[in-house]
């Protein structure tokens, strides 16, 4: 099995900072891309931002220059950095992963269960 484990979302006031981490754990082999989406209500689930193999980034354009998202040295551990959040950043926030499990021969996606985040004063 393999699980994603998200915590840091919360009520934050505009310009203000939040982070997000998800943690994978179980059967995993490797990790090619990890990431980011969020859904706001009405709204279809959308990229936030992405990281391949450690180090290759990839951002949308309503997020850049605010959120930065990056990986633990054992690189099964991806933050989100979100910093001069606005009310429109309002969401719940998945994690997700691609993963190559130890019982699979290809690799997976992966989500966790979701975290709220919202921007409000």
């Known amino acids: 099995q393999v699980q994603l484990v998200e915590s840091g979302g919360g009520l934050v006031q505009p310009g203000g900072s939040l982070r997000l981490s998800c943690a994978a754990s179980?059967?995993?082999?490797?990790?090619?891309?990890m990431g980011w989406y969020r859904q706001a209500p009405g709204k279809q689930r959308e990229l936030v931002a992405t990281?391949?193999?450690?180090?290759?980034?990839n951002y949308a354009e309503s997020v850049k220059g605010r959120f930065t998202i990056s990986t633990d040295s054992d690189k099964n551990t991806v933050n989100l950095q979100m910093n001069n959040l606005k009310p429109e950043d309002t969401a719940v926030y998945y994690c997700?992963?691609?993963?190559?499990?130890?019982?699979?021969?290809?690799?997976?996606?992966?989500w966790g269960q979701g975290t709220q985040v919202t921007v409000s004063s």
């Open positions: 990281i391949a193999n450690g180090d290759s980034t």
């Open positions: 997700n992963a691609r993963i190559l499990a130890t019982f699979r021969v290809r690799y997976d996606d992966y």
């Open positions: 179980g059967s995993i082999f490797t990790i090619s891309v």
